[in-house]
Nanobody
Framework: QVQLVESGGGLVQAGGSLRLSCAAT????????MGWFRQAPGKEREFVTA????????LYAESAKGRFTISRDNAKNTVYLQMNSLKPEDTAVYYC??????????????????WGQGTQVTVSS
């Protein structure tokens, strides 16, 4: 079992930055592919980015490329999402997710076994 707790959300002006964190319980964090997803009001949950257990491979949605960076610190059981040049359309609840026994970053939410409770990100124009 893995429990995930996100933090770092908040209100920021367009063009600003935020760094989200997702802390995981358990001793085998490095075995999990970690993903970030987001869900805006009235919309389906969408993939943002994912990273493999070693940190050696990442995948980004087109909307995140060049602005967002995913990273992880396996010693701290934590994955991060650095978000720069934020836009109002980035406003959403951001969720981290984990899945074991995967060797590539995955963008399909149904693949992930564990989810955090989410953290709200609001970008004002």
């Amino acid at each position: 079992q893995v429990q995930l707790v996100e933090s770092g959300g908040g209100l920021v002006q367009a063009g600003g930055s935020l760094r989200l964190s997702c802390a995981a319980t358990g001793r085998t964090f490095s075995r999990y592919v970690m993903g970030w997803f987001r869900q805006a009001p009235g919309k389906e949950r969408e993939f943002v980015t994912a990273i493999v257990g070693s940190g050696g491979s990442t995948l980004y949605a087109e909307s995140a490329k060049g602005r967002f960076t995913i990273s992880r610190d396996n010693a701290k059981n934590t994955v991060y999402l650095q978000m720069n040049s934020l836009k109002p359309e980035d406003t959403a609840v951001y969720y981290c997710a984990a899945v074991a026994k995967q060797y590539l970053p995955r963008q399909t939410p149904q693949v992930y076994d564990y989810w955090g409770q989410g953290t709200q990100v609001t970008v004002s124009s």
